[in-house]
């Protein structure tokens, strides 16, 4: 963390970097490398591969913090969409979508007890935190979903599972835990969870280990409650996606999962948006598919000022831009193709300003 960003801010200071293109200050830059880096290296594998591996044979990962910890997926993204995507201005000639560069993004899938908590019990360790698969996916999931699905990726974590680690509070408990028949169910039920808010890939950590992340003591040993729960998961019937309004649908303007300032909470209603480096210039809007389609996005506005032009964006990709009238309007793009699962639709005020009552998906 520290080398990273200490190469970021000398990158910036020798001038021309990309990582401060909308004049941020320095504790975005690291975040931000790491995309600029993973651009860098998605690039020269297209350059060996050529374009028809990439995706499919070649599949480029953004690797984060969990929950978008310190800002490091949204900073990212928000670099990824700003400016290769020109989503914030006309920085690149060639403007490509997350897509182009990463075929998945988000931070790991560890859920754990209250690691603090010197009174865990056998019985209250499977409610305690994010053991509870509930209070895992609201609390944590949901985040890096509406991020990851505003830029086309797919929902990756390059390692999960259950995480004791060692505080010194609770230890004899949480070895008990490993070999409990409660530990098969919390990791199929983890899991389930996982795929319910748009998760694919999960990288579980890790094999052979103790009772902090092992899935089994000794790599002979493939008796253990976790391993059999990755049979279990394995074995089990797909799982439909939930998170995210499902198409057709409508999202209120203010119920946003990422925003181009990177802060403040979603809410209800309309939301106003307005042009310009630090402001709320673009928001992002999470869907969810059953199959393939083809579909028109429409936007119901208001108060809209003179000159102003809106853009959408789906799954990255622009749909395109219009000029809206003064006042109250309602526009469509259509032929928008969404994918099965999560999809994002980002809006975005091009120039001038106006407010968002609605973003509809049919």
Known sequence: WNYNRNQAAAEVAAGGSVLNYDGSEDWTWASRRTAKKGVD?????????????????????????????????????????????????????DPRPPSHYFYGAGGS?????????????????????????????????????????????????????????????????????????????????????????????????????????????????TSSQKLQALEDVRAMAPVAVTHGTAIPGARAGAAWGMNAQGWGAPGTGSRTFASGVGQFSWATYTFRAEVASTRTVHLEVGSASAGTEVAVYVNGVLQGRQPLPSGTANVSFPGAAVSPGLNGVIVRAVTGSFVLNQVRVE
């Open 41 to 93: 290296i998605s690039r020269i594998f297209r350059e060996v591969f050529g374009d028809e591996a990439m995706m499919t044979r070649v599949r480029p990962v953004l690797m984060t913090q969990q929950d978008d910890g310190n800002a490091t997926l949204s900073q990212a993204i928000k670099l990824l969409h700003g400016y290769y995507n020109n989503g914030e201005g006309n920085y690149v000639s």
């Open 109 to 221: 899938a560890y859920y754990w007890p209250d690691i603090a908590s010197p009174s865990l019990t056998l019985d209250s360790i499977w409610t305690s935190q994010t053991m509870s698969a509930d209070a895992w996916l609201q609390g944590v999931l949901l985040r890096d979903s509406d991020i990851v699905a505003a830029a086309g990726l797919k929902r990756v974590a390059y390692e999960g599972g259950p995480s004791f680690d060692r505080t010194g509070n609770s230890e004899a408990v949480k070895a008990q835990a490993v070999d409990d028949p409660r530990m098969r169910t919390s990791v199929v039920e983890h899991h389930r969870v996982w795929t319910a808010a748009g998760g694919e890939l999960l990288v579980y950590f890790t094999l052979a280990g103790d009772y902090r992340w092992g899935f089994s003591p000794d790599v002979l040993q």
